[in-house]
């Protein structure tokens, strides 16, 4: 392709500052041919639901060419579709759509590794001497015969595996199958810049940067440092994998990736409107490194943070501590916050366990999360308020959960279909007799169709907030400022211009009251929380959220 696609979207490149994006797994949206698995087509059928929702954008989790040993996450091939998925006429067919709506396109680059089915690295493995010999990170053994050194993978294991044909080891920092690139090689980086205007040429608006602290590797293969037992914590690796003993010093988070993060970032500045957001997965300098990759205008627009992925529960003190810290460590930076998504349990389940009223709970989460400072990421099913799917061992597809269960049950909870219709074969997600994982039952119950209509459902609460929010560019943009915690209520302001809003929330199964700040409040409507408020205090009932404006 010669030219830019046009699009019918403003040309605002600070649209992203703010927005609401909507993850879509695209092997669980919408199956569209009956093979148990969702794809291109399906998601375009389904954008519908996107637009209606009031989200922003779409992120779309990769569907190029793979053997889906990680379901995507292993490229085979950069510039193309996986047939599974569809053609690239039916991705054309999806950012027309997706346009017509006014939704904007993010699709998910992953440039630290490949699979080893790319043509690249077939070449490179094929000897020591040809042209793509170094686009791969290769190294000789030891004397005795092991690992140049003490890497390890986030799968398990030694991040080094050996190559017979050449006679060398090779670095992967997820699966053996996923070889990394040596982006210390000029030609890679080219090659993936290249591979990035193919997209950007064909219309998308943006991109989710798989690891983007992963790039590059220490050259002269040092060993990590250990790290002590009270530093160590299950961010990035669950708890029963070595790979929380070390301190990632050496083979990530390498300095040499702020220069190629910019020369991706002036390739994005050849087309007008996109955006960028770089995940970092680390949970020991995860902001530091955000605070790096965001600074000074010339890197990403923001960056995917995994503070509110973790395990620890959400309580007012967690919020207001993640974004103190997210001030200090990124004062130029802006965050993508998710409570979600297709790595992690799913917040309502990993939260919520002991909570009576999943509903109430799910709502009020939603509204901290939309009007957090930063953007905001909704993963599919979230609006629904889906919990975790309890997936048997004999049906488990993910190779993570495969090799530590039962301690770790991998990442398929939360990686089931999509369900559109509770009375409907399949939930409406396909009309196969078998869909690549299992559709609980309990999810069938809270289908879009159920919810839709409902004034008191989950799905019409998102709707009704997230066009509240529209309402209130401070939520979007502004400034955020917490009040001292009153017990379990949770209180901020946000602030643009001449709009100061309120925003409490009582994040506990409770009643609570608190006091409203000095000044003269308004109460908002339309947010779709009822509370009461005596003599300057707010009565805010289990889960309730409070928004007024300063008169």
């Avoid at 993060?261 to 087309?271: N, T």
Wanted: proline content about 6%.
């Amino acid at each position: 392709m010669n030219a830019v696609v046009p699009s019918p979207l403003t040309a605002d490149k600070d649209w992203w500052r703010g927005a609401v994006i909507y993850q879509i797994y695209p092997r669980s949206y919408q199956d569209s041919n009956g093979d148990g698995i969702g794809d291109l087509k399906g998601i375009t059928a389904r954008l519908q639901h996107v637009a209606d929702l009031g989200a922003d954008a779409i992120w779309i989790s990769p569907f190029f060419v793979s053997p889906m040993k990680d379901f995507g996450y292993d490229v085979a091939n950069y510039i193309d579709v996986d047939p599974m998925f569809g053609s690239l006429s039916d991705f054309d067919g999806l950012i027309a759509e997706a346009h017509r709506l006014g939704i904007r396109v993010m699709i998910d680059l992953v440039m630290s590794h490949s699979s080893d089915q790319h043509a690249w690295f077939v070449e490179s493995r094929s000897s020591r001497e040809n042209p793509k010999s170094d686009w791969y990170v290769w190294s000789d053994p030891k004397p005795d015969g092991t690992p140049p050194n003490n890497w390890l993978s986030i799968f398990g294991g030694s991040a080094w595996h050996w190559d017979p044909t050449r006679m060398q080891y090779y670095m992967h920092n997820f699966l053996a199958s996923q070889p990394d690139l040596n982006l210390h090689n000029p030609e890679v980086q080219d090659a993936l810049l290249e591979m990035t205007r193919f997209w950007l040429l064909r219309g998308v608006d943006g991109f989710r940067l798989d690891t983007i602290n992963f790039y590059f590797h220490d050259a002269q293969l040092r060993d990590n440092p250990s790290l002590a037992p009270e530093r160590r914590n299950a961010d990035t690796a669950p708890a029963v994998n070595p790979y929380n003993f070390q301190e990632h010093i050496y083979d990530k988070n390498r300095p040499e990736n702020i220069e190629f993060i910019k020369r991706f970032r002036a390739v994005l500045d050849e087309f007008p409107a996109i955006a960028a957001v770089g995940e970092v997965g680390d949970s020991q300098r995860g902001l530091e490194i955000v605070g790096e990759y965001t600074s000074g205008g010339d890197k990403m627009q923001m960056c995917y943070a995994f503070e509110f992925l973790a395990p620890e529960p959400l309580t007012p003190l967690r919020v207001a501590a993640v974004q103190d810290a997210f001030g200090t460590a990124a004062p130029e930076g802006w965050a993508c916050w998710a409570f979600s998504n297709h790595d992690v349990i799913r917040h309502l389940s990993r939260w919520g366990a002991d909570v009576v009223d999943r509903e109430a709970f799910a709502k009020m989460l939603a509204a901290i999360l939309l009007t957090q400072r930063g953007s905001a990421c909704i993963y599919q099913g979230e609006e629904l308020g889906l919990t975790e799917a309890d997936i048997a061992f004999d049906d488990l597809q993910d190779p993570y959960g495969i090799q530590f269960w039962p301690e770790f049950k991998g990442r398929d909870g939360c990686r089931t279909p999509m369900v559109w219709d509770g009375q409907a074969k399949q939930a409406g997600f396909s009309t196969g007799d078998k869909t690549w994982l299992p559709i609980p039952v309990e999810h069938s119950l809270r289908a879009v169709n159920v919810q839709l209509g409902q004034e008191n459902s989950v799905l019409e609460q998102y709707r009704r907030f997230l066009a509240f929010r529209r309402l209130h560019p401070s939520f979007a943009k502004g400034a955020i400022a917490f009040e001292p915690v009153e017990g379990a209520v949770l209180r901020y302001t946000r602030t643009l211009g001449n709009e100061t809003v309120l925003c409490m929330f009582n994040m506990s199964g409770a009643d609570a009251t608190a006091n409203l700040p000095a000044g003269e409040w308004q109460p908002l409507e339309g947010h779709g929380f009822t509370n009461i408020v005596i003599d300057n205090t707010v009565q805010l009932p289990a889960w309730g959220a409070y928004f007024a404006r300063h008169a």
